[in-house]
């Protein structure tokens, strides 16, 4: 060896090349900040168009109920609103209590596309 430990290590760091992050492979070989912005604007209007366009749904995730509203409940009126459900369920904590989150699988493709059309963002019993 000719070279001195120093010198071995400064060639080192000129030589290893950093793998781009996950973002840097979306928006491409940014350099600027300005280029960064109109790569992140352009890369948002390809994003546009909302899933529920693209493919019939039959699952959707209902999130802010209550903690006293249950599966029976949740079943009773999305089957008499929307139409027939393979399986509701409610997420729980360790200690037993509703998350207030629930999964609603209809037996219909579209049904899950309308059940989100008609209750998204709405309130559903006024209490």
Do not use: C
């Amino acid at each position: 060896m000719d070279k001195s430990l120093d010198e071995v290590i400064a060639a080192r760091k000129t030589q290893r090349r950093r793998r781009p992050s996950a973002k840097a492979q979306l928006l491409g070989n940014t350099t600027g900040p300005a280029t960064r912005v109109a790569a992140a604007s352009a890369a948002a209007t390809k994003v546009a168009a909302p899933a529920t366009s693209a493919q019939p749904a039959d699952k959707i995730i209902v999130s802010n109920l209550p903690s006293d509203v249950n599966e029976v409940q949740i079943k009773e009126l999305f089957h008499s609103t929307i139409g027939p459900l393979r399986e509701v369920t409610l997420h729980y904590d360790s200690a037993g209590r509703s998350k207030g989150v629930a999964a609603v699988h209809f037996q219909r493709k579209g049904d899950g596309t309308k059940a989100y059309q008609q209750y998204n963002n709405r309130l559903i019993d006024g209490s």
